[in-house]
Nanobody, 121 residues
Framework: HVQLVESGGGLVQPGGSLRLSCAVS????????MGWFRQNPAEERTGVAI??????LRYGDSVEGRFAISRDGPKTLSLVMNNLKSEDTGVYYC?????????????????WGQGTQVTVS
């Protein structure tokens, strides 16, 4: 039973920083595609950053150069967010899948966390 639990959200002023963490349990196997997604009332769920088991990274255009995704050991996925902007506001979700990222981003992740709210104001 795979479980993902996000933490680290909160209220921050524009230009500030936050670090989100995703605690991963029950996940087996070496191959993975994991990522962070954002959802707010003004837009559909948007991919923020993904990482795979080969160390490949991909970022959304709006966060490139400001956000950094990393996997800190087998049980923690992190997202460091710098120079935050009001448009970064939303609920941030952690996701994981055993498949290749090129396929997973098209067809969806199998496992999702419950989300953590980030408000930039």
């Amino acid at each position: 039973h795979v479980q993902l639990v996000e933490s680290g959200g909160g209220l921050v002023q524009p230009g500030g920083s936050l670090r989100l963490s995703c605690a991963v349990s029950g996940y087996s196997g070496r191959r993975f595609c994991m990522g962070w997604f954002r959802q707010n009332p003004a837009e559909e769920r948007t991919g923020v950053a993904i990482i795979d088991s080969y160390g490949n990274l991909r970022y959304g255009d709006s966060v490139e150069g400001r956000f950094a995704i990393s996997r800190d050991g087998p049980k923690t996925l992190s997202l460091v967010m710098n120079n935050l902007k009001s448009e970064d506001t939303g609920v941030y979700y952690c996701a994981a899948d055993h498949g290749q990222c090129g396929v997973v981003v098209r067809f969806g992740f199998d496992y999702w966390g419950q989300g953590t709210q980030v408000t930039v104001s």
